[in-house]
């Protein structure tokens, strides 16, 4: 008896620039982190270093804390890969990243296409809540020394941000700035596609179970022997038999 097999998978050498498969390896353990690192870090990439007042030499620093990380991201994937320049000509994107941190996002849209898998309704989330707060953090930086703004802490704006992404918007926050106003737009971009996502997740889960139910009870059906029909015809034979009235 032949068991059947699965279809080996595709072996790391296939790729020319990675004879060995240590170049996969090392890009699928960091990319996850990586990505989860430009989400949470948008805010301090998008906003000028001059917005952040005192704090701008954290800032800068921060900054070029990341361009440092990148760098020594694509430095390592370049050595590990056997055509050295060929490999970073083809990943040009990876050395603009050094220069400018806030192209990683770019990148992260791969970790944002993963949660729209059915059954990551966790992980969309997670990443839902890390861009709204980044996008309140974003309008605190621009709207706390703004002239006729309103949102001057970090609560306001989270506040806001929160009334804004329940479609609530009590108004009591609004952003004035040309900065805060592209970030709203963005966290009610979120605020729409939260919402389409929870309900479908939600609608698809009622649906499985009610499959899974139909499945467990499934509906009864005869289960008559041959033997049994045959008693229940004589029976009735012997009845119309007993009850038919006699004729002379």
């Known amino acids: 008896m032949i068991t059947p097999t699965t279809a080996p998978e595709p072996l790391a050498d296939a790729d020319p620039d990675d004879p060995t498969g240590r170049l996969a390896t090392f890009v699928a353990r960091t990319r ?7 989400l949470a870090t948008l805010w301090i990439v998008l906003v000028p270093p001059g917005d952040f007042g005192a704090a701008s030499t954290v800032a800068l620093v921060v900054r070029l804390g990341l361009s440092a990380v990148y ?12 055509r050295h320049w060929h490999y970073v000509r083809h ?4 050395l603009v990243v050094v220069v400018f941190p ?3 996002v770019i990148f992260s849209v791969r970790l944002l296409q993963s949660v729209f898998r059915r059954g990551n309704l966790e992980r969309f989330l997670l990443a839902a809540s890390v861009l709204v707060l980044n996008g309140a953090i974003v309008v605190y930086l621009f709207e706390r020394d703004a002239k006729g703004s309103n949102i001057h802490t970090l609560g306001q704006s989270v506040w806001w941000a929160v009334t804004t992404v329940s479609t609530v918007g009590y108004g009591d926050y609004y952003p004035v700035t040309a900065g805060g106003k592209i970030a709203a737009s963005l966290i009610m971009a979120i605020a729409i596609l939260t919402l389409a996502v929870v309900t479908a997740q939600v609608a698809a889960s009622f649906m499985d179970q009610t499959r899974a139910r139909v499945s467990a009870d499934p ?8 033997a049994e029909v045959v008693e229940r015809l004589a029976r009735i034979e012997a009845l119309l038999t007993t009850t038919s009235p006699r004729t002379d």
């Open 32 to 38: 996850t982190p990586l990505d989860l690192l430009a």
């Open 219 to 226: 509906p009864p059906t005869a289960d008559i022997s041959m």
């Open 71 to 82: 760098a020594i991201d694509i430095t390592i994937r370049a050595t590990l890969a056997r």
């Open 102 to 104: 806030p192209v990683r």
């Open 91 to 94: 990943n040009w994107l990876s």
